[in-house]
């Protein structure tokens, strides 16, 4: 197995704080930029699993990069370079409470929450007689709060983030019209490899000067799910399931083996054998949604690969 990164303690330059979230840990330099590193620890109904994926965060960290590039002449981002290949620099900015998630299809939490008989998610209104994967009749936003310190994300409405002050109706509506245009232009990206752009959720912060971009990751496997365009509607009226690029596997491969991230579960092991594969399907993904190959980067002592290359940057 490859070396893999699960807990970063470095002291950067001008380092004034971390902040480690469930995959990314953060660190603030002067109060002006982010250094923001890609692990590769693997979170799935908000828990992190107990091994690593070799290679995620390299992964997460390009897809993530290639995609804010091919959408900053729509929505203005975050990031200013990649010295490192599971490192992103860009503008300190102070986040939105909430991610914007939008849906195209009825799948995965959407699914979950339709098969239960609810036919309102977040404030908006779902149709009678959907089937699990189908596509909706336009894309909807279904707004989630960003839980803090390993709690679950929950559903909330629009209504509810202006009524509680969460978000400003300027601001919000701002939000609304970028994660529109981002899932629009995500969508037509995927059409180009042969794949469905299912859903995604969108994270956006504001820079000190008060402008809105978007911040975290665009269209990763971690935060999107994708199907496969060739046979998606053969496979639908068959009532089968969807060959699908996403993590959505890995949740499926969990609650088959009893774990849905609710109290008194236990994590099921993964063996070298389940770790291989996920990695695998993760490199999968990054060559079918950017049409690059995956170069490998080199993990023989992978810490000090990132402190040399950011450093490099930060003094530069």
Known sequence: MSNTINDTNFNFPGQKSIYKGKVREVYNIND??????ATDRLSAFDVIMPKQIPFKGQILNQIAAKMMQETQDIVPNWILATPDPNVAVGYLCEPFKVEMVIRGYLAGHAAREYKLGKRTLCGVTLPEGLQENDKLPKPIITPSTKAENGEHDEDISREAILANGIVSKEDYEVLENYTQALFKRGTEIAAKRGLILVDT????????????????????????????????QERQDKGEAQKQLSKEFVRQWLIQNGFQGLEGQIIPEMDDAKITEISNRYIE?????????FVKSD??????RIENNVVAYLVK
Do not use: C, W
Not at 32 to 37: A, F, S, T
Not at 299 to 304: H, L
């Open 32 to 37: 002006d930029k982010l250094v923001m590193i």
């Open 201 to 232: 959720k969108y994270e956006f912060g504001k820079t000190k000067e008060g402008k809105i971009v978007l911040i975290d990751e665009i269209h990763t496997p971690d935060s999107s799910r994708y199907f496969y365009a060739d046979g998606y």
């Open 285 to 293: 993904l990054y060559e079918q949604i950017t049409g690059d190959v």
């Open 299 to 304: 993990t023989t002592n992978i810490m000090q």
